[in-house]
């Protein structure tokens, strides 16, 4: 079984930067990829970013291209996401999840099977 926990979300002014950590335990990960989404209130989960674990291979939103950065920590089965330049629009609880997508679909949330309960990040003006 995967567990999943998130930290590192909080309150900061628009522009400000926040770290996220996912640490993750269970089985190998080799195969997996692992990736941020978030939700704002009445809002569907949206993609933010990706990684796999094998090769390192990192996927992006177009909103946050630029800003945020994902990778990865093998020895401590950690990914992180550091957001820079954070917007007001940027607010809401962020969740990563581990599954096996393909390219193709790794941006949907149906293709993750082991969800964190997400940490929540607010951007104020």
């Known amino acids: 079984q995967v567990q999943l926990v998130e930290s590192g979300g909080g309150l900061v002014q628009a522009g400000g930067s926040l770290r996220l950590s996912c640490a993750a335990s269970?089985?190998?990960?080799?195969?997996?990829?692992m990736g941020w989404f978030r939700q704002a209130p009445g809002k569907e989960p949206d993609f933010v970013s990706a990684?796999?674990?094998?090769?390192?291979?990192?996927y992006y939103a177009d909103s946050v291209k630029g800003r945020f950065t994902i990778s990865k920590y093998n020895g401590k089965k950690t990914v992180y996401l550091q957001m820079n330049s954070l917007k007001l629009e940027d607010t809401a609880v962020y969740s990563c999840?581990?599954?096996?997508?393909?390219?193709?679909?790794?941006?949907?949330?149906?293709?993750?099977?082991?969800w964190g309960r997400g940490t929540q990040v607010t951007v104020s003006s």
């Open positions: 999840a581990a599954g096996a997508p393909g390219s193709a679909v790794i941006g949907r949330p149906s293709s993750y099977n082991y």
């Open positions: 990684i796999r674990w094998s090769d390192g291979s990192t």
């Open positions: 269970g089985p190998t990960f080799s195969r997996y990829a």
